[in-house]
């Protein structure tokens, strides 16, 4: 592209937003349609007369939006969801600033995917793979992944596992999904599932059409209590790794007590590892399953590490589970694409998918640390937990009256506020609510992402933020 018609008022500063601003209309309104072309950032610069580094960073915010797509080689342009033909905004955040950093915040950065790393591994696969490999595979997966995944979460979650143990499914919640109709099967009715209090809300729906009957277990400080899981439950779902919402680990204790309540009772705890490849402060903990391999399905996917769009996750199962699951792969969709299967299977075999997670690993900690100091700058009430793993944090307002004189007022504001306030900032966050998300559950503390929030982007936000609280 050759040129492009903006308007920057240089007496006014701030000159990359005002620029990012001007990209972002002209693709709002349709002026710019999805995947033209910008133009380069030297040339850009040259005809505003601006220095490049203000380009540079303007065209680095849209990116991080997903208004631009930016890629080596190829320049930047506008990203093929972006503009008036984009997708609908989630339900719930009509009116409401759009996320710029990720509409979920337990989604990875997806700027970072290993772009490089996954198109040798396609070509690898797509220059070695016999045809007869092509064919309808395993529906329980291509035995190479099932082979580097047994290994894998052997060698990094100190899981029990063998490859006939493992199905590869489209994703955690396919796994989830199946396990309980094969228990729903099994039993001739739905589940009885204890889940977490407070959990995550989205999965609600997809456990409910299992037929199952949800029992809400509440979760402390050490994790849920084991003491008030149901007699009768045929399974409980839980996130030992990072609690989802909270944050807050599987203590030892409470680790071993759920092992022995699944022996005692017999009942399944389905272990959802979804962001366990992200640990930053605390030595690694090592998955559930290990402890109680005959009582546990750990259930895993790339939607954390690699992205979720690739529909890639597996469950690690008791042998007859297993089964179970393969079997209803075979008569509900005769399983999961093969050459990004063997893709994977490449990518972990060479070391490529332990130095990505090395890298995000740092960066992520690195965005957390930074919007942890900002929160606390800005927004000193409110109280911020489970920032030991994962892609998100877990913020409470502060119950204790403020007495700092000139605060103006002693109302605290309430999750949603802050929620809402979050997300007019550009920030990625939702509220949590307990029990189960029942009407009379009113939300106890937010969720922010900090995986798509660029480190120099932080202390704006969280100042936009603050500046939203006080004005609401
Ligand atoms: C707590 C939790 N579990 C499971 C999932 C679903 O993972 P998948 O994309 O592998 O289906 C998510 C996705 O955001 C999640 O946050």
């Known amino acids: 592209m050759g040129d492009l018609h903006l308007v920057v008022d240089r007496s006014a500063g701030g000159l990359a937003a005002q620029i990012a601003r001007e990209v972002r209309d002209a693709v709002r309104s349709g002026r ?13 610069a040259r005809d505003l007369g601006l220095s490049r580094g203000v380009v540079v960073e303007a065209y680095e915010q849209l990116v991080a939006e997903g208004v631009l797509e930016s890629r080596t080689g190829a320049g930047t342009r506008v990203a093929t969801g972006a503009g008036r033909h984009a997708a609908e905004e989630p339900a719930g955040r009509e009116g409401e600033g759009r996320p710029h950093y990720g509409h979920r915040p ?126 009768g439950a045929d399974a409980v779902l839980v996130t030992p790794a990072h609690q989802y919402p909270t944050g807050v680990v599987l203590s030892p204790r409470r680790r071993a007590a759920l092992a022995d309540w699944a022996a005692r009772t017999g009942a399944l705890v389905l272990e959802d590892d979804y962001d366990a490849e ?54 509900f969709d005769l399983g999961s694409p ?12 060479s070391g490529a998918y332990d130095r990505h997670l090395r890298r995000m690993r740092r960066e992520y ?29 877990y913020a409470v307002p ?29 920030l990625s966050a939702e509220v949590a609510t307990p029990a189960l998300g029942t009407a009379e559950g009113r939300p106890v503390g937010l969720v922010i992402g900090f995986a798509r929030l660029p480190v120099h982007r932080v202390r704006e936000a969280v100042r936009a933020m603050a500046e939203e609280v006080r004005t609401r």
């Open 32 to 44: 710019l349609g999805p995947g033209a072309r910008l133009p380069a950032t030297r040339d850009l």
């Open 106 to 231: 337990t989604s990875p950065d997806l700027g970072a995917f290993p772009r490089q790393a996954w198109l040798a591994a396609v070509r690898h696969v797509l220059a070695t793979l016999p045809n007869d490999a092509l064919d309808y595979s395993d529906p329980g997966g291509v035995p190479a992944l099932r082979r580097e995944l047994a290994a894998y979460l052997g060698r990094v979650r100190a899981a029990d596992v063998t490859p006939e143990d493992v199905v590869i499914l489209t994703g955690m919640a396919q796994g989830l999904s199946l396990v309980l109709h094969a228990l729903a099967r099994e039993r001739g009715r739905g589940a009885v599932l204890a889940v977490e209090d407070p959990t995550s809300a989205r999965q609600l729906p997809l456990l409910r059409r299992t037929g199952a009957r949800l029992v809400p277990v509440p979760v402390d400080g050490e994790g849920i209590v084991v003491e008030d899981l149901p007699a």
């Open 278 to 331: 992200f640990r930053f402060d605390r030595d690694p903990v090592g998955c559930l399953q290990g402890l109680a391999p005959g009582r546990v399905v750990l259930a895993g996917s790339v939607s954390k590490a690699l992205a979720p769009g690739l529909r890639l996750g597996w469950i690690a199962a008791p042998p007859g589970l297993a089964r179970a699951v393969r079997l209803a792969r075979e008569e």
């Open 338 to 349: 093969v050459i990004e299967q063997y893709a994977l299977a490449h990518l972990i075999a």
């Open 365 to 393: 900690r690195r965005r957390r640390d930074a919007l942890v100091g900002a929160l606390a700058e800005h927004l000193p009430r409110l109280a911020v937990r489970g920032i030991s793993a994962g892609l998100h944090l």
């Open 398 to 426: 502060d119950a204790v009256p403020d007495t700092v004189p000139d605060a103006g007022t002693d109302m605290v504001p309430d999750a949603s506020a802050l929620a809402a306030a979050a997300r007019a900032a550009g």
